[in-house]
């Protein structure tokens, strides 16, 4: 496994500070030097979150749907169409 794969594997919630210094060849007090920072920038890029799609309003609206209860009240709504009794129960 190379040094990316550990990373991407490590729960790093769980490691001591100096372990996750070590690992990532970092000082605790002092950080990356402007070199070694303007490195990883150029090989990682910058640090960035993608840009989260945005989904549709028709999407968001149809999934309000996506239950089980509202299948039933349907089913009877649609019966009591059907009987034309209003007042169903």
């Known amino acids: ?3 990316e794969e550990t ?8 490691v ?3 372990d996750v210094c070590t690992s990532l060849q970092t000082h605790i007090e002092v950080g990356l030097s402007h070199e ?3 490195k990883r ?3 990682d890029g910058p640090n960035k979150l993608p840009d989260a799609k945005k989904t549709p ?3 968001i609206l149809l999934r309000q749907f996506h239950n089980p209860l509202i ?3 349907i089913a009877v ?6 009987l034309q009794d209003w007042v169903c129960v």
């Open 41 to 43: 920038l150029e090989r």
């Open 16 to 18: 001591p500070v100096e």
């Open 71 to 73: 299948y039933l009240l």
């Open 77 to 82: 709504m649609i019966f009591c169409f059907v």
């Open 36 to 38: 070694e920072a303007r």
């Open 57 to 59: 309003a028709i999407i």
């Open 7 to 14: 990373h991407a594997v490590t729960n790093w919630h769980a």
């Open 1 to 3: 496994m190379n040094t």
